[in-house]
């Protein structure tokens, strides 16, 4: 829908990019440091649990993290304290997960992000001197994480990203339209575009196997958990005694969607209950101590628990 878009994307650049200067990983103890010499940063990580890890190197004070872990109500709140933070000047250093990428409106000078995609690393480049006040361009840095990318897309796009990247010598425009049209050119390549055959049946007016086998997102994998944070205990026990959309739709800002897997080690250990006969799980009160006001979730956590809390 433009005509000039090479000279358009000029004139609005707001970033330098720094690539890796070779394919080994960066150990995150190093990339700490790097963030650490900067009082105002963004750091994207593609897991959450190197989210996580990277935050806890950090000095608490002025540090923030942003995960799927944390459930929306928790995060919006975090959001607010971070452009708070913003627009004061204070220390703020925030580690998040590419949730980041959708959506949210924060602007930093400096922003780190593990190798990915051409089309995240760009959405995540939309952080760094968002507004354009900066007097020089914004520090763009793409390290290489200590852990892979998650599978599907992700990894596929990062393999692409750094394949390209050492075509072009180390040093890589992802802004330049050819660029970007060979970058998805392999991507859609390698893509399954349609492994559940739902055009084969949109083909042939199936329209009820159609409905059946589309799902834009792929929740097979996790269930809906809800977290205590603010008055969620108090929904929570309002859609216990009267489960109707509007007590279900309350508890949607305190939901965390979690691996099944993990589903299933937090039950066990007496982390998790069933609600009713829905497929909500919500943290039993004796183990609300593995909702952390920091981290969110502590799926990983399998500690005791804390003996104080079994006195009456």
């Not at 090479?6 to 004139?11: K, V």
Request: glycine share 8%.
């Amino acid at each position: 829908i433009i005509t000039n878009p090479g000279d358009l994307t000029a004139s609005l650049r707001r970033v330098s990019v720094e690539w890796p200067r070779d394919s080994e990983p960066i150990p995150y103890v190093n990339l700490a440091a790097e963030i650490v010499a900067h009082t105002c940063v963004l750091a994207i990580t593609h897991r959450r649990e190197d989210a996580r890890t990277l935050a806890e190197m950090l000095p608490e004070e002025g540090s923030y993290h942003l995960s799927a872990l944390m459930c929306a109500a928790h995060r919006s709140e975090v959001l607010q304290e971070v452009k708070g933070m913003l627009g004061s000047g204070g220390v703020c250093r925030l580690i998040s997960t590419q949730l980041i990428e959708a959506g949210v409106d924060v602007d930093f000078p400096v922003v780190f992000r593990a190798m990915a995609g051409l089309d995240s690393l760009t959405q995540s480049a939309g952080r760094c001197n968002r507004e354009g006040e900066l007097t020089t361009l914004g520090q763009f840095i793409v390290y290489n994480a200590e852990t892979s990318p998650p599978p599907g897309n992700p990894k596929k796009g990062a393999e692409i990203t750094r394949a390209m990247l050492g075509e072009h010598g180390g040093v890589m425009d992802i802004w330049d339209q050819d660029i970007l049209r060979e970058y998805f050119r392999r991507l859609y390549h390698l893509a399954e575009k349609d492994k559940h055959g739902v055009m084969a049946e949109r083909e042939s007016l199936s329209f009820a196997n159609v409905a059946e086998k589309v799902r834009l997102v792929d929740d097979g994998f996790s269930r809906p958990v809800v977290v205590p944070w603010n008055d969620s205990p108090v929904r929570l026990v309002a859609f216990r005694a009267r489960p109707t959309r509007d007590t279900q739709r309350a508890l949607q800002p305190y939901i965390v969607q979690v691996r099944v897997t993990d589903i299933e080690r937090l039950s066990r250990i007496g982390a998790l209950e069933p609600v009713g006969d829905t497929d909500l799980f919500a943290v039993t009160e004796l183990r609300s101590d593995l909702y952390s006001p920091r981290f969110g979730l502590l799926v990983g956590q399998d500690q005791q628990v804390d003996p104080a809390r079994l006195v009456i």
